[in-house]
């Protein structure tokens, strides 16, 4: 069973923050991207990401993230295991999300993996008049594995988890119809040694 555990910092007189992974790791890296500076990139991925990631594949990381820099809203930050943790951002009309691990003492981002998730519905960048179901397949994950869904940076404790074979699907058949407007989903997904996390976003006209 999976251990979510927010990690969102809280104000309040002269008490410091309580650290906050996911948004100091995902932060760093949009805003290195933003710079074209692949070599702090690189320090802000996990061990195994960064043997998976050559010069070139993080350059055309580089310039599809660069806009986030512009100003980028952090909607979930999650620890979500002793070793996992999930990290995602939105800049209208995208958004982007990562897993990230814990190697010792230092979190990085993790790219790259065996895990993929695809989208089924809403379709990123849809405008869809009415949602009542999110869903999305995730395929290479060994038993028993575990799946995460969010909408607008709150999970969905309404999410069922399907295995067929390697796949997962994850659905979430809303009590409610989504309001007008552009929203976010996230999905996060973990089995074994590995993670992997993907976000977008669809409209809803008003």
């Not at 410091?16 to 932060?27: M, S, T, Y």
């Not at 960064?50 to 594949?57: H, K, T």
């Not at 028993?144 to 994850?170: H, M, N, W």
Request: proline share 6%; glycine share 14%; net charge positive.
């Amino acid at each position: 069973m999976l251990l979510a555990v927010a990690l969102a910092g809280c104000g309040g007189g002269s008490k410091k923050a309580p650290a906050d992974p996911g948004r100091d790791v995902l932060g760093a890296f949009l805003r290195a991207a933003g710079r074209g500076d692949t070599s702090t990139m690189r320090t802000l991925l996990s061990p195994q990401a960064s043997q998976r990631y050559g010069d070139g594949r993080l350059k055309l990381l580089a310039g599809e993230l660069g806009p986030f820099a512009k100003g980028f809203r952090l909607v979930v930050s999650e620890r979500i295991t002793d070793t996992f943790g999930l990290a995602a951002a939105v800049h209208q009309p995208d958004s982007y999300a990562a897993a990230i691990r814990k190697t010792g003492d230092r979190w990085g981002l993790e790219l790259g993996g065996p895990i993929r998730i695809l989208p089924l519905g809403p379709d990123p960048g849809a405008r869809q008049r009415r949602v009542r179901q999110l869903a999305a397949s995730i395929e290479n994950v060994a038993a028993p594995g575990e799946a995460l869904l969010y909408l607008d940076g709150q999970t969905l404790p309404e999410a069922k988890v399907y295995r067929f074979g390697s796949k997962l699907s994850i659905v979430a058949n809303l009590p409610v119809k989504v309001a007008a407007g552009r929203h976010s989903i996230v999905v996060f997904a973990g089995a074994g040694a590995n993670a992997a996390a993907r976000a977008w976003t669809f409209l809803v006209p008003g």
